[in-house]
């Protein structure tokens, strides 16, 4: 039933009402009509009016079956009112149905039968009082009002049980609508809490491109760099590019680049006045379903590692000039020494090897200490074939060292568009290291050339121990040792494969790493051919 029917006092009083109009009427038509249970029946109806507003009240809530006397009570009442006044006014025979209802809306249905079985208890007595044969007209006519009152008392049952279950279901609707409320604002208290832990800036935009979410740290850099909604022109404050000159500005191209996936990668900007902090941005579409529903902004504070990496190279370019002048010294004494014939060749070779070996250690550490290899000082052409055979012979002492041949397949006639020495140095990297990371006394390491199309493509395949796919991501970052290399004590610094891979982009190259089959590592060199 409906939240405390049983204490609506609205039918009560509307009953009282209806009463004290048709006790107007017959006043005004016949005031003989007035008997003394006529004045009881309306006295027992207005009192009960009065007991419900003092129940309204107090609203109870329990135990209030005891009000479905006050509507049977009224039914009783209603039966000498209707006795006079029903020939000349027939609407006197419409009260019953107030109290009627009230019981069909609810209580029980047995109280209900009882209402019903009450209305015809005027006609039955009536009938019983005439004089004479009783017909079936007359018992007609007497079954007739209960079976009315039954079906208008059904109506009104189905009604109240219809409604029941539309607030039933209307309750229930809102107590998940609140419990989801609640959770709402617990889920979002949470997680604006684990946004404003990281120091990264994160923000979430909606389709708009108004800001729907905003952490901390974005909120100080959205205000500052006074961004509105990212799909209006507008010039940023203190956002520059990378190279720290160029402004950023944001509008409706920077809403379209964000969803081509031009901000999908990593992108790096300068944000505020001096001192300045360094920024690396991903900006992406947030996708549901396979409709856009908004963008969010990741913005990494890099500041403190930008100024490390700077430090360090700074540091390896100090330290490997430094080293270089006295390497040169010593490469100039070997060499006079190496002129004279007198019986020490062989020791001031084996120092002249050993320097250049020094130097070349000494310039890919100049190299790491810069953040861009500059070429075109270097630029030329390389014949593949003499370039890998030399590469070849410079390692071959150490491959035999270790028990290992090396096996160099045909090298066709190609010439590459890249200086001897920096070609030289790819591929030696790349031959030394296959000869380190392959057993004692392990499969050859094959060596061969061939032309692709525009490219000249140099293969370096080993059987050794091979590289996983994330040592492979991450061997071309400088001074990444895998940990094979540090329990084995691989000789190595690390930057050799990061400085070979930056020579090879310099000349519009590049060196690749894949897994051998079934085994070891497969390293690709591509240079242009001429």
Same mark, same amino acid.
């Not at 832990?197 to 760099?225: F, Q």
């Not at 920024?279 to 490390?308: K, N, S, Y």
């Not at 000039?321 to 100039?332: D, K, Q, S």
């Given at each position: 039933?409906l939240?405390r029917?049983?204490?609506?006092?609205?039918?009560q009083?509307?009953?009282?009402?209806?009463t004290?109009?048709i006790?107007?009427?017959?006043?005004?038509?016949?005031?003989?009509?007035?008997?003394?249970?006529?004045?009881?029946?309306?006295? @027992?109806?207005?009192?009960?009016?009065?007991?419900?507003?003092?129940?309204?009240?107090?609203?109870?809530?329990?135990?209030?079956?005891?009000?479905?006397?006050?509507?049977?009570?009224?039914i009783?009442?209603?039966?000498p009112?209707?006795?006079?006044?029903?020939d @000349? &006014?027939?609407?006197a025979?419409?009260?019953?149905?107030?109290?009627?209802?009230?019981?069909?809306?609810?209580?029980?249905i047995?109280?209900?039968?009882?209402g019903?079985?009450?209305?015809?208890l005027?006609?039955?007595?009536?009938?019983?009082?005439t004089?004479?044969?009783?017909?079936?007209?007359d018992?007609?006519?007497l079954g007739?009002l209960?079976?009315?009152?039954?079906?208008?008392?059904?109506?009104?049952?189905i009604?109240?049980?219809? =409604?029941?279950s539309?607030?039933?279901?209307?309750?229930?609707v809102?107590?998940?609508?609140?419990?989801?409320?609640q959770?709402?604002?617990?889920?979002?208290?949470?997680?604006?809490?684990?946004?404003?832990?990281?120091v990264?800036?994160?923000?979430?935009?909606?389709t708009?491109?108004h800001?729907?979410? =905003?952490?901390?740290?974005?909120?100080e850099i959205?205000?500052?760099?006074?961004?509105?909604?990212?799909?209006?022109?507008?010039?940023?404050?203190?956002v520059?590019?990378?190279?720290?000159?160029?402004?950023?500005?944001i509008?409706?191209?920077?809403?379209?680049?964000?969803?081509?996936?031009?901000f999908?990668?990593?992108?790096?900007?300068?944000?505020?006045e001096?001192?300045r902090?360094?920024?690396?941005?991903?900006v /992406?579409?947030?996708?549901?379903?396979?409709?856009?529903?908004?963008?969010?902004?990741?913005a990494?504070?890099?500041?403190?590692?930008?100024? !490390?990496v700077e430090?360090?190279d700074?540091?390896?370019?100090?330290?490997?000039?430094?080293?270089?002048?006295?390497?040169t @010294?010593?490469?100039?004494?070997a060499d006079?020494a190496?002129m004279?014939?007198?019986?020490?060749?062989?020791?001031?070779?084996a120092?002249?090897?050993?320097?250049?070996?020094?130097?070349? &250690?000494?310039? /890919?550490l100049?190299a790491?200490?810069?953040?861009?290899?500059?070429v075109?000082?270097?630029s030329g052409?390389?014949?593949v074939?003499?370039v890998?055979?030399?590469? @070849? /012979?410079?390692?071959?002492?150490?491959?035999?060292e270790?028990?290992?041949?090396?096996?160099?397949?045909?090298?066709?006639?190609?010439?590459?568009?890249? !200086?001897?020495?920096? &070609?030289?140095?790819?591929?030696?990297?790349?031959?030394?290291?296959?000869?380190e990371?392959?057993?004692?006394?392990?499969?050859?390491?094959?060596?061969?050339? /061939?032309a692709?199309?525009?490219? !000249?493509v140099?293969s370096?395949v080993?059987?050794g121990?091979?590289?996983?796919?994330?040592?492979?991501?991450?061997?071309f970052?400088?001074?990444?040792?895998?940990?094979?290399a540090r329990?084995?004590?691989?000789?190595?610094?690390?930057?050799?494969?990061?400085?070979? +891979?930056?020579?090879?982009?310099?000349?519009?190259?590049?060196?690749?790493?894949?897994?051998?089959?079934?085994d070891?590592?497969? +390293?690709?060199?591509?240079?242009?051919?001429?």
């Amino acid at each position: 039933m409906l939240k405390r029917p049983r204490t609506q006092p609205f039918a009560q009083f509307l009953l009282a009402i209806s009463t004290l109009m048709i006790l107007g009427t017959l006043a005004l038509i016949d005031p003989s009509r007035f008997t003394p249970f006529v004045v009881l029946g309306a006295g @027992v109806i207005l009192l009960n009016a009065v007991i419900m507003a003092l129940v309204w009240r107090a609203r109870p809530t329990k135990n209030t079956g005891w009000l479905a006397v006050i509507p049977l009570v009224d039914i009783v009442a209603c039966i000498p009112i209707r006795d006079a006044g029903f020939d @000349v &006014l027939p609407t006197a025979g419409l009260l019953v149905i107030f109290p009627l209802g009230w019981l069909a809306f609810a209580f029980q249905i047995g109280t209900v039968v009882t209402g019903v079985a009450l209305t015809v208890l005027l006609p039955l007595t009536t009938l019983m009082r005439t004089d004479g044969e009783k017909t079936l007209a007359d018992w007609v006519a007497l079954g007739a009002l209960p079976l009315t009152m039954a079906l208008i008392a059904l109506t009104i049952r189905i009604i109240a049980r219809d =409604l029941t279950s539309v607030r039933s279901h209307a309750d229930s609707v809102s107590s998940r609508l609140t419990h989801a409320l609640q959770s709402s604002g617990r889920d979002g208290a949470v997680l604006q809490a684990v946004l404003d832990t990281p120091v990264d800036a994160v923000a979430v935009y909606g389709t708009g491109g108004h800001p729907v979410l =905003l952490n901390a740290m974005a909120a100080e850099i959205t205000g500052r760099a006074d961004i509105g909604a990212l799909a209006q022109e507008t010039p940023l404050r203190a956002v520059f590019a990378a190279d720290g000159v160029t402004p950023m500005r944001i509008g409706p191209d920077f809403v379209e680049a964000v969803r081509a996936g031009v901000f999908a990668a990593p992108r790096v900007l300068q944000f505020g006045e001096d001192p300045r902090r360094v920024l690396q941005l991903i900006v /992406r579409p947030v996708i549901h379903d396979g409709e856009e529903i908004g963008i969010v902004a990741v913005a990494q504070d890099v500041t403190d590692l930008i100024h !490390a990496v700077e430090v360090r190279d700074r540091f390896l370019s100090t330290v490997g000039h430094e080293f270089r002048t006295p390497l040169t @010294v010593i490469l100039g004494h070997a060499d006079i020494a190496l002129m004279r014939e007198d019986g020490d060749q062989d020791r001031w070779t084996a120092v002249e090897r050993s320097a250049e070996r020094l130097l070349r &250690l000494v310039e /890919r550490l100049i190299a790491a200490g810069h953040s861009s290899l500059d070429v075109e000082s270097r630029s030329g052409v390389a014949h593949v074939g003499a370039v890998v055979k030399h590469a @070849v /012979r410079e390692v071959t002492a150490r491959a035999e060292e270790r028990g290992i041949r090396i096996v160099v397949e045909t090298l066709p006639d190609l010439s590459a568009q890249i !200086a001897v020495r920096d &070609l030289f140095s790819i591929v030696e990297e790349l031959v030394r290291n296959a000869v380190e990371f392959t057993p004692e006394g392990g499969p050859a390491v094959v060596v061969a050339a /061939r032309a692709d199309g525009t490219d !000249a493509v140099i293969s370096i395949v080993d059987r050794g121990v091979g590289m996983s796919a994330g040592e492979r991501l991450q061997a071309f970052d400088r001074f990444y040792r895998t940990p094979y290399a540090r329990d084995h004590a691989v000789p190595g610094t690390g930057i050799g494969l990061s400085i070979a +891979a930056s020579l090879a982009d310099a000349y519009g190259g590049s060196v690749t790493l894949d897994a051998g089959d079934p085994d070891g590592t497969v +390293a690709t060199l591509r240079v242009p051919v001429q």
